[in-house]
């Protein structure tokens, strides 16, 4: 049976929208408050979660100039797109106001033109999102060109606080996204034997997920046995799964755009001691720090007592200890805040967070362990349901 919900169906007679309109109205609300904190005048958005977390657009076409405006005091933002996405924001979109672009059209006058109707001139401030992938560099030039006495305010770091606290409806998507990738896990489990490789198991998996209702993630899955673990960063190959290889996966599941990660490193059949004396530590280095969470702590202590742990491997430490985790597109999920030394925010209810330490790319392998957590009123939970205790994968 088709996991497709009935929501889908109900276009072209009415909206499928992914929230509560007075979500949406709230989350302009926090928005316009930041704006006139910062004295800024105009919101110009360009990173794929502003547009949908915004508006509701849900576009696949992200590579198309695209971009959200907000008005300080106003009651709605408004959205330009490409006409190849038009029929989308019919029925995704909350808001009143969407102008479409087509090729031979300049989006970019098209958004300098828009800033002008919304009173960008000398002494004003515009903020902008700085630190993401979708600001084009000939449009920032063009903007600087066009409002020379117009201030440019970086508001990257303040747009992705406001999206760090999760509403019930967001953590419900969450947990959902988190089901998904622990079906992934136990497909893995399933699959392995005798001549299987690692593109097998990846077929096993995405169908598996497909069925279930998990819509495309926001990362290619990571599969990567034996010597191929120790790459870290490594989609599946045609390689044969060997009996005692390592296997370090990320699978993701996904939904309503929520993506919800699940990292691990297993072995197929029984583990060398090398490799079991690794996860060990790596382990631990998961669960001391994670009795640290709660509201109130910081980011980087939660990083910093994990490298500890870690001490002895510690230039096998390639990445952060985590990163926050939610609405995202390609090309990553990784969001606000950094689990990382230095990173000092403090934690509150409702983020949500992948704690993944890991021992990396030593001796030609990698040990990965991980779940996505919500920080609760008085600690935290794993939105999981994978056994916390699964290494050895009878194959």
Partial sequence: ??????????????????????????????????????????????????????????????????????????????????????????????????????????????????????????GKRVGIEMANWYLRADLYKALTEAFPDVEFVDVTHQVMRLRAIKSPTEIGYMRKAAGFSDLALETLANTLGAGVSEL?????????????????????????????????????????????????????????????????TVVAGKASDRLLDLWKINYESFWRPFELIRPGASASEIDRLSRKIRGDYADYIVARAGFGMGLSYPPTFAQFPDILVGDETILEPGMIFSLEPSISQFDGVTISYGYNILVTESGAEILHNAPKDLFEITA
């Fill in 200 to 264: 097998d198991v990846l077929a096993a998996v995405q169908s598996e997920l497909a069925r279930a209702g998990s819509e495309y993630p926001t990362l290619p899955f990571i599969i990567a046995s034996g010597w191929r673990s120790g790459t870290f960063h490594a989609v599946p190959s045609s390689k044969i799964i060997e009996a005692g290889d390592p296997i370090l996966f990320e699978f993701t599941g996904s939904w309503k755009r929520y993506n919800s990660n699940l990292c691990r």
């Fill in 1 to 122: 049976m088709s996991a497709q919900t009935n929501d889908m169906n109900q276009h072209p007679n009415g909206k499928v929208l992914t929230f509560a309109l007075r979500e949406f109205e709230d989350r302009v609300s926090r928005l316009d408050t930041m704006l006139q904190k910062e004295k800024i005048d105009i919101y110009l958005g360009h990173a794929p979660e502003s547009l949908n977390y915004f508006t509701g657009f849900d576009p696949l076409g992200i590579y198309l100039y695209e971009c959200v405006f907000f008005q300080a005091g106003a009651k709605e933002p408004s959205l330009l797109t490409h006409k190849a996405e038009k029929e989308l924001t019919v029925f995704q979109c909350w808001i009143s106001e969407v102008t479409i672009w087509t090729h031979g059209h300049s989006p970019v006058q098209m958004t300098i033109d828009k800033l002008r109707v919304l009173g960008a001139a000398a």
